[in-house]
């Protein structure tokens, strides 16, 4: 059969959580870092790859593809820090790819080739990425090279639909719990054996089941394809623009009294993309094909958030507005002067912040096949050229809390929160990998990449925050399978890099923190992170399904973290803090009991530690000492469960009638900001989803989902702040968390045309 995937050192084909496993695997195309086409025998690739298809995502009524990745996905884990559906937290392996600023981002995130790990933060929007035009989803465990930057601990690759492999029409209609409304239309085809088209269409719009936690977001992408003789050329238009209000985590006491409450409103996120791709192929030769893409991308970030305040009336200077703190300071507006105390300037910030980001970039490869000493070699070399242009601004406004602890603008800004910069960020890299074949399923895969970023920060109000970095590294890798067709084994050794991006450059001050996304400050030199990782196991089949088990251990070295610092939650500045290790365990069972049922179990065993004694701010850690808190080598990684178990189960009543049950069970995980371990994790939890599916003749079906059947109260992010004096002295506890939705339900309707 033939299926997409990805070019890498190790990878290997297995089946996602309710995917319909193949008994025999032979070739794939490739994907990845230079998605740009090609055939590769999965059976003598050395790593874990899950996959996915449009129709798996589908049949799981996810919501997006984050949502399809926490359900179905071994070793995927998701934070809900904003407690907004489309602004999840993405751990794999205990890597990170989060729409949040200040998280050490550690997976590289590509649709059709493209990068779109945003170029100020390395984050990943998940909401910009169209559902409805996913063809195929990849996730590649390992720091594999090949994948460029920010690839340590994975990276996900996303195929999209084009009008000769979708030529069809459908509109689908869902609604139900939170007044949600979904409606997603696709159609495509192709005008005659040369030339196809794709359009996709979706609206999302939902009140949140949180207090003032509005959902809204439209999607739209398009293709043409063309067709020839040995070539091949896709257009892609992808237009996304959304609306989130995530407003994050409260104190657990809060929660207690009202599940639904927050704690400050709003935090709120408009994202606005455009991107242009163009991608095509040439077989020069039945051996030899060469590759390319090219695009043009422009995404707008604009936040307002609404927090507590640290500025209060001055004890030394009454009458004016000072910045809490040891040393009283005077709180000077925009024209430097003390700003009169006011009951409208206390007790709230109106924080601003407007992210425009453009950039361009193409890449070029080439495959080479054949044979070398009489057995089959596949050659592939290539290059990728990558340009961001970036231009922040952020304000902070002093106001006041309403009854409903909505921050209202007081109409004074203070005068050293406001930040201009513009950055500019050059990746170019080049690559190689070779895969020579000495027997049916015995290969060894020998691969390399060298970066270079080049970044380059100017501070537009003073020269502050001026700086010129570069970067540079080969990052190499080699992987090894031996087997036959009931049993493979695999091992492999790979590395990957990850250069500081420019918004850890201008917050690394420890001296001088800073409060992400709003205020930046000089820029002392920081380390890029290099991942190592070592992979191996074993996998198998048999008729009716087939199975997976291995370890992986991924050592970072120079890793930078975000330091909790000071009074406010968000308030800190970057760091390295040497060396940290993820070790873990993955086993994978998937199958069929007859022609109408589909089952699978995912387990991952996850020890994720820091390597290194260090001393970290804490200022609100019920045990910290002059606001720090001592890290030992061992101690685990805040936000980062031990084990996860994922099943599922779907069940083909009848022809026409599907159902459909997965459960994820998850173990408790430290508080971010007790990196020490010192008090008790979040509970961990267990929750179960039901869907069903009904066919009402040919063209049209029934759907319905329910989840969290047992309204199961759980956590999955949690943190350290002050609630009391926003709710008064009966919060003193300083733990705020991050909790999960509660029971849910929707149907919905699709016409198949």
Not at 232 to 243: C, E, K, N
Not at 411 to 431: C, D, H, K, R
């Amino acid at each position: 059969m033939r299926t997409s995937l990805c070019l890498a050192v190790g990878v290997c084909a297995a089946t996602g959580a309710l995917a319909q496993p193949a008994t025999q695997v032979e070739v794939i195309e490739v994907v990845g870092a230079t998605p740009l086409g090609g055939e590769l025998d999965t059976s003598k690739i050395a790593a874990n790859v899950q996959t996915a298809t449009a129709a798996d995502i589908r049949d799981q009524s996810a919501l997006d593809l984050a949502d399809f990745m926490k359900r179905s996905m071994g070793s995927v884990f998701v934070n809900e820090a904003q407690s907004n559906p489309l602004q999840p937290d993405v751990q794999y392996r205990g890597f990170v790819g989060s729409p949040l600023l200040g998280l050490p981002q550690g997976l590289a995130v590509y649709q059709d080739g493209v990068r779109i790990n945003e170029p100020f933060g390395d984050t990943v929007s998940w909401a910009l990425i169209p559902e409805s035009a996913v063809d195929s989803l990849y996730l590649v465990p390992g720091s594999n090279p090949l994948f460029g930057l920010n690839a340590l601990g994975g990276a996900i690759a996303v195929r999209t639909k084009d009008g000769f492999t979708h030529d069809d029409t459908s509109a689908e209609l869902t609604a139900g719990s939170f007044g949600r409304v979904q409606v997603q239309a696709e159609t495509g085809g192709s005008f005659n054996d040369e030339l196809g088209y794709f359009v996709t269409a979706s609206l999302l719009e939902e009140d949140g089941w949180r207090d003032y936690s509005p959902t809204d977001a439209q999607q739209l992408f398009g293709k043409l394809t063309w067709l020839g003789e040995g070539s091949r050329l896709d257009v892609s238009l992808t237009r996304v623009a959304t609306d989130l209000v995530g407003n994050g985590a409260a104190p657990e006491d809060l929660l207690e009294l009202d599940r639904e409450a927050i704690f400050t409103h709003p935090d709120h996120t408009e994202n606005t993309l455009t991107m242009l791709g163009v991608s095509g192929e040439q077989s020069l030769s039945p051996n030899v094909t060469l590759r390319g893409n090219l695009y043009v991308r422009a995404s707008d970030i604009d936040t307002l958030n609404g927090d507590d305040s640290n500025f209060e009336e001055c004890e030394n200077t009454p009458g004016f507005i000072c910045e809490e703190g040891d040393d009283e300071e005077l709180a000077l507006d925009e024209n430097d002067l003390p700003i009169p105390a006011d009951e409208d300037l206390e007790g709230a910030t109106v924080n601003r912040s407007d992210t425009e980001q453009n950039g361009t970039g193409f890449a070029l490869q080439a495959d080479i096949t054949g044979d070398l000493g009489g057995r089959e070699n596949r050659f592939t070399i290539g290059a990728s050229h990558d340009d961001a242009d970036v231009e922040f601004g952020s304000s902070t406004e002093l106001g006041s809390l309403d009854e409903t602890r909505q921050a209202v603008a007081g109409g004074v800004f203070v005068g050293e929160a406001f930040t201009g910069l513009e950055s500019s960020t050059t990746n170019t890299g080049f690559y190689l990998s070779n895969m020579f074949t000495f027997g049916e399923r015995t290969a060894l895969t020998v691969s390399g990449r060298y970066n270079r970023t080049h970044v380059v920060l100017e501070d537009l109000l003073e020269d502050d925050l001026d700086g010129d970095h570069t970067f540079q590294r080969f990052n190499p890798a080699v992987g090894v399978t031996v087997g036959t067709d009931a049993l493979t084994f695999y091992a492999s050794y790979s590395e990957a890099s990850r250069a500081p991006s420019p918004v850890e450059l201008t917050c690394a001050d420890e001296d001088d923190p800073c409060r992400l996304p709003n205020a930046f400050v000089a820029d002392p030199p920081l380390e890029q992170v290099v991942a190592k990782t070592f992979e191996g196991g074993v996998r198998g089949e048999w008729s009716d399904g087939r199975w997976h088990a291995g370890i992986f251990s991924t050592t970072n070295d120079d890793d930078i973290l975000f330091i909790s610092a000071g009074a406010l939650t968000n308030e800190g500045f970057f760091d390295n803090v040497g060396e940290t290790r993820r070790d873990g365990f993955e086993a994978n069972l998937a199958g069929t009991a007859g022609e109408r049922l589909t089952w699978s179990i995912d387990y991952t065993y996850l020890d994720a530690t820091f390597r290194e004694d260090f001393t970290v701010a804490s200022q609100n850690h019920p045990e910290a000492v002059d606001g720090e808190i001592e890290v030992e080598s061992g101690d685990r990684l805040p936000l980062i469960p031990e084990q996860l178990l994922k099943a599922g189960l779907r069940i083909a009543v009848t022809d026409a009638l599907t159902f459909g049950v997965d459960v994820l069970n998850s173990s408790g995980a430290f508080f971010r900001g007790d990196e020490g371990n010192l008090l008790d994790e979040l509970d961990g939890y267990s929750v179960v989803n039901l869907r069903a599916e009904y066919r009402l003749g040919e063209h049209t079906r029934v759907f319905a989902s329910i989840d969290n059947l047992l309204d199961e109260e759980y956590e999955t992010f949690g943190l350290f702040g002050e609630a009391d004096d926003v709710l008064g002295d009966d919060f003193e506890e300083p733990y705020f968390v991050g909790p999960g939705a509660p029971l849910a339900a929707w149907i919905g309707v699709r016409v198949e045309f």
